[in-house]
């Protein structure tokens, strides 16, 4: 029985030669929330040792709880740019609401739309008119088809700069925070052009679990991951029970490494210290 080809990625490339969708995996790594600039500055510092080159961090956070710390804002974008200009690295922040989305233009290489917000059409829809790629979260009760006509929006606006992340599903299991839907990279790799990465912070809302599914989410065939990093993670203000201590992101990295090999892909090379 004859097939249709499988369509290939097609990268998304952003500056300095940073490029998603090829076969180098790439990952994004930082804390959930930006709350200092000595705590971003801490993590940057060992992304640049390990060959990192794109920072994670929440400015403005979609908390559950309204009671819950918010994120600090125009304060947090500026400390993310800061500190990434200053040790050479890219951004990647969520974009909240409409209203926010020229401000985090303004300051992110990437602009994450989360999974709370997968089906805000006019985000979707102002994202799209930007020139910034854009990190779109599956809704953690999306289907395969709704998370892709998401894309549809954004790109029907004129942006097809577009990477798709898979970052757990809801499901009857409640023994972890979420369900990493290996299934859904899998298929979306072979059934779209669009690069896809794992988050399995998220996924699993447990820091011992987050390396074992990073490593499944890889060998599904994600593009790259975004994981949740953080100086002392009983101190987060938020998602600290998922957060991988800067000790471990070199297991985190090795593992990578090896799933990659195993793939016939690679990571950069970390820095000449
Ligand atoms: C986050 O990246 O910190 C986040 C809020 O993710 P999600 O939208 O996937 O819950
Ligand atoms: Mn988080």
């Not at 074992?212 to 203000?237: K, Q, T, W």
Request: some cysteine; proline content about 6%; glycine content about 8%.
């Amino acid at each position: 029985m004859q097939h249709d080809a499988t369509p290939t990625t097609r990268p998304v490339v952003l500056r300095d030669g940073v490029t998603i969708g090829d076969e180098e995996i790439t990952l994004m790594l930082g804390p959930c929330s930006v709350e200092s600039y000595e705590q971003v500055r801490a993590v940057a510092e060992v992304l640049v040792a390990h060959g990192v080159r794109i920072l994670r961090g929440g400015a403005f956070k979609p908390r559950t709880s309204p009671h819950a710390f918010q994120g600090l804002g125009r304060e947090g974008l500026e400390i993310l740019r800061a500190v990434a200009d200053e040790f050479g690295l890219l951004v990647v922040t969520e974009a909240l609401g409409v209203e926010h989305v020229p401000l985090v233009a303004q300051y992110a290489d990437i602009i994450q739309i989360g999974s709370r917000n997968m089906q805000h059409f006019p985000l979707l829809w102002a994202v799209g008119e930007t020139e910034k790629p854009v990190l779109l979260k599956r809704g953690f009760m999306a289907t395969v088809h709704e998370w892709l006509m998401a894309a549809e929006h954004i790109a029907s606006c004129g942006n097809d700069c577009i990477i798709l992340c898979e970052r757990g599903i809801r499901t009857f299991e409640t023994a972890t925070r979420n369900t990493l839907d290996t299934n859904a990279i899998a298929l979306v790799k072979a059934e779209t052009g669009f690069p896809v990465i794992g988050d399995p912070s998220h996924a699993t809302g447990r820091t011992d679990l987050v390396i074992p599914a990073a490593r499944a989410a890889l060998a599904a065939g994600a593009d790259g991951l975004i994981v949740e990093v953080h100086p002392r993670p009983s101190e987060a203000l938020s998602d600290g029970q998922q957060a991988l201590p800067l000790e471990q992101v070199p297991d985190l990295i090795a593992a990578a490494r090896r799933i990659a090999a195993a793939l016939g892909r690679s990571l950069p090379a970390p820095a000449m210290l």
